[in-house]
């Protein structure tokens, strides 16, 4: 990760969350729906599982119109710290949602940890690949992982190649990628030899398999926090979706897409 490139990239995505930013307001703006209008930010690695749920509220909730703004976790938080209009924030990772809270931007007493997550080495299907080990390998050309200045996939990952002494020996290989389920397209489509995931988005892919999960205590744990947003516009049906995220219904679609449940 040369500094020349680094540089680019960062222009790129700083250019890629005003553009987002400002499509997600001309969204809010021109659509009138009947009835209350949610939108909910969320961690592109949640998109799957929630369309499912939000399909199962919203069967129960008529009146409720709900709209979804999927990246990484870093860029929505900024979002939301630049004035987009969100009622909840799911985030894969607690910093996030803490730089929010610092700013007395979400309402404290609707967070907590709603799930957990496991981070795995994929491969395309065809792979030789068989260990974290031989991603130091002359076989080994590319590998795609999250930004870890905005994607927490990419920190965990930055930080498992870390702690199994692999960063140095890989770090003209890395390929950034702007969110989780970026990565997971490069190496589906055979643009990246190992790409680090979720292990509930390498689920979503046929063209790629698990090589390995990432050894416990080479990374932070993996924890998904949810809240509602003190700026958005519907706090109290905000908060009552906050709260469906955490029923029975909910988790079961969770458990159904792989992740575990972090609250009691």
């Given at each position: 990760m040369a500094e020349r490139p680094r540089k680019l990239r960062t222009t790129r995505q700083r250019l890629r969350e005003v553009l987002l930013l400002a499509m997600l307001c001309m969204l809010t703006a021109c659509r009138a729906p009947h009835g209350t209008v949610l939108t909910v930010s969320a961690a592109a690695s949640l998109s799957d599982?929630?369309?499912?749920?939000?399909?199962?509220?919203?069967?129960?909730?008529?009146?409720?119109?709900?709209?979804?703004?999927?990246g990484s976790s870093g860029t929505l938080a900024q979002q939301i710290e630049h004035g987009a209009p969100v009622d909840v924030f799911l985030s894969a990772a607690a910093e996030p949602m803490n730089d929010l809270e610092a700013r007395g931007l979400i309402l404290a007493e609707t967070r907590?940890?709603?799930?957990?997550?496991?981070?795995?080495?994929?491969?395309?299907?065809?792979?030789?690949l068989r260990s974290f080990q031989q991603l130091a390998g002359r076989s080994v050309r590319t590998i795609a992982l999250g930004d870890p200045g905005s994607v927490p996939a990419g920190k965990y990952a930055q930080q498992t190649l870390t702690s199994l002494q692999l960063l140095d020996a890989v770090r003209a290989k890395l390929v950034l990628a702007g969110d989780v389920r970026a990565v997971l397209a490069y190496v589906a489509t055979g643009n990246a030899d190992a790409g680090l995931v979720y292990a509930t988005d390498a689920l979503v892919s046929g063209n790629v398999?698990?090589?390995?999960?990432?050894?416990?205590?080479t990374h932070d744990p993996i924890v998904y926090p949810e809240a509602a947003i003190r700026t958005g516009r519907n706090?109290?049906?905000?908060?009552?979706?906050?709260?469906?995220?955490?029923?029975?219904?909910?988790?079961?679609?969770?458990l159904k897409h792989g992740f575990t449940i972090a609250s009691p």
């Amino acid at each position: 990760m040369a500094e020349r490139p680094r540089k680019l990239r960062t222009t790129r995505q700083r250019l890629r969350e005003v553009l987002l930013l400002a499509m997600l307001c001309m969204l809010t703006a021109c659509r009138a729906p009947h009835g209350t209008v949610l939108t909910v930010s969320a961690a592109a690695s949640l998109s799957d599982a929630m369309q499912e749920i939000e399909a199962a509220y919203q069967r129960e909730h008529s009146d409720v119109t709900l709209q979804n703004n999927f990246g990484s976790s870093g860029t929505l938080a900024q979002q939301i710290e630049h004035g987009a209009p969100v009622d909840v924030f799911l985030s894969a990772a607690a910093e996030p949602m803490n730089d929010l809270e610092a700013r007395g931007l979400i309402l404290a007493e609707t967070r907590r940890d709603l799930l957990r997550n496991t981070l795995v080495l994929i491969a395309p299907r065809d792979s030789a690949l068989r260990s974290f080990q031989q991603l130091a390998g002359r076989s080994v050309r590319t590998i795609a992982l999250g930004d870890p200045g905005s994607v927490p996939a990419g920190k965990y990952a930055q930080q498992t190649l870390t702690s199994l002494q692999l960063l140095d020996a890989v770090r003209a290989k890395l390929v950034l990628a702007g969110d989780v389920r970026a990565v997971l397209a490069y190496v589906a489509t055979g643009n990246a030899d190992a790409g680090l995931v979720y292990a509930t988005d390498a689920l979503v892919s046929g063209n790629v398999r698990v090589v390995a999960a990432a050894p416990e205590g080479t990374h932070d744990p993996i924890v998904y926090p949810e809240a509602a947003i003190r700026t958005g516009r519907n706090e109290a049906t905000a908060r009552a979706f906050a709260d469906y995220l955490n029923s029975p219904a909910a988790r079961a679609i969770f458990l159904k897409h792989g992740f575990t449940i972090a609250s009691p």
